[in-house]
């Protein structure tokens, strides 16, 4: 018998908003991280004057600052552009960008009043192909942006983003398939669940540990999948004049930037949840936490103390990868547009074809004999 | 009751769309719309129950197809055609009415009742209806099951259809660099 | 109310007829091509449709075999169009009566 | 005593649809809170295309390289492998050795492909 349960419709909304509110977070705070870690790097001090009265907070307000700054900015819409076409090119990575945080897997699951809550908005048949798919619509901003500026330099900068993104999506989707069959299924939270074993007496049994090869794949395709340094090209300076970027202004092209970080966010988890278990401790899986605390508190409320333990755990993975992101972006030059399509093509595709080929084996021989 | 009415509703936007698109001047209007439609018709593939179904259409025709065409319409630089609906012969009319009273025919009751008779449902392993949730129906190992083992020649030619596809396009895009260079 | 996959089909019958008048009256080679995907879709909607229909998933496996077929239909007509663009720098139909009996 | 009554929450692909609507909402908001609150002070040097201060030259979009049309066309044939291949990745238990003979040809088919596209140098790029 079907019932409508106003739990789960309550519990998948409040998922929802949680993941909105977290994806549009990122952008502001990454780009407070990233100024002052290039500011360290370079050894200087960067943003540390702006804060409420008369704390400093280390400069957290400046990204308050810049927000309220470009709302205030004078913000006109050049009159040869494709009118159209230029006011609805930023929609195009904020939707996707926030679309794709409902594919986050923050915990396992939580019981409200006997019934069974996924913590994961959507939990679809198909599983982290969902982000695959929204990723892959991302292009349209980019290309749309470059055409309907009417202007040469963000035409080729726009089709050139696009193209270096298309390109990249080949090797990222290759690279992952030999996860999907030694963990047997799509969906990202059995995934994590079975990474929170012991492999061979000591080691966390993680992804990153079953296939090095794919996960190295993976990241530098999410790199250039999110047009990260050394990727970003198409909006590089000295190359072609902020290209696709050329004719935006305030809040227009601060909107560029909020969809990129998101995507780039859940990009993150995504690898997080695939390589390093995701929401489970190394060594202390939430299924042996759950023993322990299961006599003392029972099991209703032991789920609800491990929900924010595992998002604790899930972010603090996240961040440490996102500060590798900031930390390769002013580490490593830019590469040239023929060696970064060569890159793509000629040496990540053949590379995730062997490797899934040599896992497919490898995994035959351990599962069937 | 909500499925039903949703369907309907991407049903309704997914004709109504692609009617507008025909009749646009700006070709990137139409590719647009054409992509808009295209994740209509993956949302009602999602509700019908094909779940890996409705990805795949998004991942490959709504990001991929529609890449290439809007690259397309963007290096032509194709200018806005005049919608010169010219005379109509007798043969299309012809053609319209008889492809419209096929189209009813295979819609209507009779059509259905067709389609389901000789259809040999000796399929390995059933979908579950519809409005379980999506994680209950292993929709995707169905689906992967059936074709790597019923549809296996399919499947095979498949791969001769690509690599045919692969060597025709650079022949065609190596022989249009040619002919540009010789008007050049 | 009809069920849903019977819906679905009626669904496919119209966006059906839609991408055949699209074909039938318009004179560009890129807008016929795109009323040829509108007519692919509708196709691969009835699939999907009649597999919910009989509860099998046959229809879902065929839907796979149609998209690539129009994946590499799409490829390879574009190269046409953009070859066919360089040598008589337009792509109306009219054009194209090289070979006119 | 097996659970009979089965709960079901609202379909699963509202959530994506009511965020693709909020992205909507939020991109035309933004912008236009911005058009309302900014100062509107156009001058005829900031309504000139772009140039870096070069006078323009030429309309935008005249001539184009074929490079670009060809790396789409094969993204997505390399696509549809792709999909292929998840497709056997879920039922890779049920399909066992026999299924690894099989993609294994495609796989091989393709990659003629790919060689023959990497000796027609179709993607280089300089």
Redesign the interface.
């Known amino acids: 018998?079907?019932?409508?349960?106003f739990?789960?419709?309550i519990?998948?909304?409040l998922l929802?908003l949680l993941?909105?509110a977290v994806g549009a977070q990122v952008a502001p705070i990454m780009s407070w991280v990233e100024r002052r870690q290039c500011a360290i790097i370079q050894r200087r001090l960067g943003p540390n004057r702006v804060g409420f009265f008369q704390f400093r907070l280390l400069g957290l307000g400046q990204p308050i600052a810049d927000a309220i700054k470009?709302?205030?900015?004078?913000?006109?819409v050049?009159?040869?552009v494709h009118k159209a076409f230029y006011?609805?090119a930023?929609?195009v990575p904020?939707?996707?960008?926030?679309?794709v945080?409902?594919a986050i897997p923050w915990g396992s699951h939580v019981v409200v009043n006997n019934?069974i809550i996924n913590l994961q908005?959507?939990?679809?048949n198909s599983g982290f192909?969902?982000i695959f798919a929204l990723s892959s619509l991302a292009v349209y901003g980019v290309t749309l942006a470059g055409w309907s500026s009417?202007?040469?330099?963000s035409?080729l900068g726009g089709?050139r983003a696009s193209?270096q993104m298309?390109?990249y999506?080949?090797a990222m989707?290759?690279s992952i398939?030999?996860l999907?069959?030694i963990w047997?299924?799509?969906d990202l939270q059995t995934m994590i669940t079975k990474q929170s074993e012991i492999l061979w007496g000591f080691l966390p049994n993680w992804g990153f540990i079953h296939a090095p090869i794919s996960f190295f794949v993976f990241i530098v395709t999410i790199f250039a999948e999110t047009n990260r340094l050394p990727f970003d090209l198409a909006e590089s300076e000295g190359e072609l004049?902020a290209g696709f970027l050329?004719?935006y202004g305030?809040?227009?092209w601060s909107?560029f930037f909020l969809g990129e970080y998101s995507m780039m966010f859940v990009m993150c988890v995504l690898t997080v949840s695939l390589f390093f278990g995701g929401y489970e401790l190394p060594w202390l899986s939430q299924h042996y936490l759950l023993e322990i605390l299961n006599p003392q508190v029972g099991e209703v409320l032991a789920r609800w103390i491990l929900l924010p333990l595992g998002i604790i755990v899930l972010l603090t993975k996240v961040i440490l990868l996102m500060w590798i992101f900031v930390q390769v972006r002013f580490t490593i030059p830019r590469f040239r547009?023929?060696q970064l399509?060569?890159l793509g093509?000629?040496y990540l595709?053949?590379i995730a074809?062997i490797n899934?080929?040599i896992t497919?084996?490898v995994?035959?021989i351990v599962?069937?004999h | 009751m909500?499925?039903q009415i949703?369907f309907l509703i991407m049903g309704v936007m997914a004709v109504f769309l692609s009617a507008l698109m025909i009749t646009r001047k700006w070709p990137v209007t139409s590719a647009m719309l054409l992509i808009v439609v295209m994740m209509l018709i993956a949302?009602m593939y999602?509700?019908l129950g094909a779940h890996?179904s409705?990805v795949?259409q998004i991942?490959?025709y709504a990001?991929?197809?529609m890449?290439?065409f809007v690259?397309?319409i963007?290096?032509?630089?194709l200018p806005p055609e005049e919608l010169r609906y010219g005379r109509i012969t007798i043969g299309e009319l012809l053609l319209t009415a008889l492809g419209f009273i096929v189209a009813l025919f295979l819609g209507t009751k009779v059509g259905q009742g067709y389609l389901i008779s000789n259809l040999n449902s000796n399929s390995l392993i059933n979908a579950r209806p519809p409005?379980?949730?999506?994680s209950m129906n292993e929709n995707?190992?169905n689906?992967?099951?059936l074709?790597?083992?019923d549809y296996?020649w399919a499947?095979?030619l498949?791969?001769?259809l690509?690599?045919v596809?692969?060597?025709g396009?650079?022949v065609i895009?190596?022989k249009?660099?040619v002919s540009d260079a010789k008007s050049a | 109310m009809p069920s849903l996959p019977e819906l679905g089909i009626y669904f496919s019958l119209l966006l059906f007829i839609t991408g055949l008048f699209g074909v039938m009256f318009r004179k560009n080679l890129i807008f016929m091509m795109l009323s040829v995907e509108v007519m692919l879709n509708a196709a691969n909607l009835a699939f999907i449709s009649a597999s919910s229909m009989t509860n099998t998933i046959d229809g879902q496996v065929i839907m796979?075999f149609v998209?690539?077929v129009a994946?590499?239909e799409?490829?390879i007509g574009?190269?046409l169009i953009?070859s066919l663009y360089r040598a008589k720098s337009s792509v109306e139909i009219d054009d194209l009566r090289i070979l006119r009996g | 005593m097996e659970q009979?009554?089965?709960?079901?929450?609202?379909?699963?692909?509202?959530?994506?649809?009511?965020?693709?609507i909020?992205?909507?909402a939020?991109?035309?908001g933004?912008?236009g809170?911005?058009?309302f609150?900014?100062?509107?002070?156009?001058n005829s040097s900031?309504?000139e295309?772009?140039?870096?201060g070069l006078p323009v030259t030429s309309s935008?979009?005249?001539r184009?390289s074929?490079?670009?049309?060809?790396?789409?066309?094969?993204?997505?044939?390399?696509?549809?492998?792709?999909?292929?291949?998840?497709?056997?990745?879920?039922?890779?238990?049920?399909?066992?050795?026999?299924?690894?003979v099989?993609?294994?040809?495609?796989?091989a088919?393709?990659?003629?492909?790919?060689i023959?596209?990497?000796k027609?140098g179709?993607?280089?790029?300089?």
């Open positions: 018998m079907i019932e409508i349960s739990t789960q419709i519990s998948t909304i929802m993941g909105i470009l709302l205030f900015k004078e913000d006109f050049p009159p040869y006011v609805l930023p929609v904020v939707a996707t960008g926030l679309a945080t409902v019934q908005a959507v939990n679809l192909l969902l009417n202007n040469k330099y035409l089709l193209a298309v390109s999506e080949v989707g290759l398939i030999p999907v069959f047997g299924t799509l004049v050329t004719e305030a809040m227009r909107l547009y023929d399509m060569k093509w000629i595709l053949p074809l899934l080929i497919a084996i995994t035959a599962k069937f | 909500i499925t949703s949302g999602g509700l890996f409705a795949a991942i490959v990001g991929a197809i890449v290439v690259f397309v963007m290096l032509l630089n409005y379980y949730p999506a995707v190992k689906v992967s099951a074709m790597f083992t296996l499947f095979e498949i791969s001769f690509i690599l596809a692969i060597v396009a650079i895009a190596k249009a660099k | 796979f998209m690539a994946a590499c799409a490829g574009l190269a953009i | 009979s009554v089965y709960y079901v929450g609202m379909n699963p692909y509202l959530p994506i649809l009511l965020i693709l909020f992205g909507l939020l991109g035309l933004v912008s809170v911005s058009l609150l900014g100062p509107k002070k156009p900031k309504l295309v772009y140039e870096c935008a979009e005249n184009f074929i490079k670009f049309y060809l790396t789409a066309i094969l993204f997505i044939l390399f696509d549809i492998e792709t999909i292929f291949m998840y497709l056997w990745s879920t039922a890779f238990d049920y399909l066992g050795w026999f299924g690894i099989e993609v294994g040809i495609f796989i088919t393709l990659s003629i492909g790919y023959y596209v990497l027609r179709a993607l280089r790029w300089d």
